[in-house]
């Protein structure tokens, strides 16, 4: 994010800078000995002076990176409604010097800045608020900083368009919830369906749609309505599960982890849907070669997530076995699309793509070159080393705050890329082909499999008879 103030004049009112430097003004000055800087930038300091360091005073407003990345990484450490009562508080002892000092009259713009402090969270996280108690703490800060201000004055009327749009915020919110439910359903209610083979007539993915671009591109609207329901803190519960050794940890948010659940479902349930169509008996060389296509677009489009999904199903063992069907399919175009997604060198070839799908989303002259869907699972693996190799406190006790700057720095790149409105026109019959259609559980797969081409060594007739014993048993 820019390093830039997000403070109107029309808010502050006249008199009322809004430059906030980063690393300085009086909040900063005062508390240097619990902050430590390096080249103007905030590396760490304690959790009480990074508190301090958020709030403003009639002289200072923090920088809007801080605030959004103090705010993000907070909550590793101190549940947000304890955090925003700490801020109360030091609004409180702030607003009483003033009242107390000679420059009282600073008060109204001090208040100004609270309220400009409170309307950029409650923006950013407005999930923070959902709860009574959290807003009984918002009201009660902000009626006791409005009582300096006029009626009809500009800080009463900041606070008024607030509390106006959290409602909306938090309502659009639950609508993203009911959303996630709809999404998560169909995996839900496949259950019964993953225990047998779906039925011989049903229908396959080119009855309903023979054109990989078409294809790619609604798997792209099914990628970007599940990933945009996605927020910053959601994917902040990544590290609050992990840290186990922080004992002010923030416990994980079963309502904050059920869109990182059911995205990453997404892509397994793709992967399983991409081996049903390639396993059944007919048109397996003709569906290989179509399912290439698809990944191949999808690479074009800069959706990865699919991408990978789609190759990770033509790897499962089912399908990978199949090689009289391999033989007859023309694999110029998958070992491609397999050396971008190589391995190797920490995934280097796919991340050589990826920055090559930033850049370009970054300088689109079209919708179409704006959308960018990284591979999930890398992403959520990147988060994980970076939380590994780097502690959430130095030796000293101070918070590690370089560390998040760059969990930050990533996790507002990623919400960027999910925000992107998807410029494929949508074509419901499709989506729900590939949301509803039952696939095969892995054993069904390896039945298939093996009644379209038989084992070929001991290990495989082994795993044929056991598998056949298993059912027979089971009938």
């Known amino acids: 994010m820019p390093q830039t103030a997000l403070v109107l004049a029309s808010t502050l009112g006249p008199g009322c800078s809004a430059q ?53 990484s907070s909550r590793v450490f101190i549940r947000p409604h304890d955090l925003l009562a700490r801020v109360g508080r030091i609004c409180l002892e702030q607003r009483r010097q003033l009242e107390a000092g000679p420059e009282k009259a600073k008060l109204k713009c001090f208040s100004a800045r609270v309220v400009q402090l409170l309307k950029e969270w409650t923006e950013a996280f ?57 999404l998560c359903s169909p995996a839900l209610d496949r259950g019964p369906v993953l225990k047998a083979k779906p039925p011989a007539a049903q229908k ?26 996605i927020r910053p803190e959601d994917l902040m519960q990544i590290l609050s599960h992990m840290d186990s050794r922080d004992k002010h940890r923030c416990r994980g948010d079963p309502a904050k982890t059920r869109s990182l659940e059911a995205y990453d479902d997404w892509f397994d349930c793709l992967s399983m849907l991409v081996a049903t169509e390639v396993v059944k008996k007919k048109h397996r060389t003709r569906v290989l ?32 076995r199949l090689k009289k069907t391999w033989s007859k399919v023309k694999t110029a175009k998958f070992d491609v699309l397999e050396h971008h997604m190589d391995p190797s060198s920490n995934f ?44 959430n406190h130095l030796p000293n006790g101070h918070v590690n705050f ?7 720095r990533q996790i507002h790149e990623f919400m960027a890329w999910t925000q992107v409105e998807c410029p494929f026109e949508k074509d419901k019959k499709i989506q729900s082909y590939l949301l509803t259609a039952p696939v095969y559980s892995e054993e069904a797969l390896f039945v298939a499999s093996f009644e379209s081409e038989g084992p070929e ?19």
């Open 457 to 475: 060594n001991h290990m495989e007739k082994d795993s044929w008879k056991a598998l056949r014993t298993t059912l027979l048993n089971r009938a």
């Open 20 to 72: 906030g430097r980063p690393g300085m003004g009086e909040r900063g000055a005062r508390g240097s000995e619990d902050l430590v800087f390096q080249d103007g930038r905030l590396v760490s300091g304690s959790l009480e002076a990074l508190m301090e360091h958020l709030v403003p005073t009639a002289d200072y407003y923090p920088d809007r990176t801080y605030i959004f990345t103090f705010l993000l």
């Open 289 to 320: 070669e179509f399912l290439i296509d698809v990944a191949r677009e999808c690479f074009n489009i800069g959706n990865f997530n699919s991408m990978m999904a789609i190759i990770s199903g033509m790897n499962l063992s089912p399908v990978a």
């Open 348 to 391: 280097c070839n796919y991340r050589t793509a990826l920055q090559g799908a930033m850049q370009r989303s970054q300088t689109a002259n079209s919708s179409r070159e704006k959308v960018v869907i990284p591979v999930f699972n890398l992403f959520v693996k990147d988060m994980y080393f970076l939380h590994k190799i780097h502690t």
């Open 204 to 229: 396959d993915i080119l009855g309903v749609c023979c054109d990989p671009l078409v294809l790619a591109q609604q798997l792209t609207h099914i990628e970007l309505e599940r990933v945009g329901s």
């Open 126 to 182: 407005p999930y923070d608020f959902q709860d009574e108690t959290v807003m009984a703490e918002l009201k009660a800060i902000t009626h006791r900083v409005a009582q300096c201000d006029e009626e009809g004055g500009t800080v009463k009327k900041a606070i008024a368009q607030m509390t106006q749009s959290l409602p909306l915020a938090l309502a659009a919110r639950g609508q993203r919830q009911e959303l996630r439910d709809k």
């Open 402 to 408: 370089k560390k998040f700057w760059e969990i930050s």
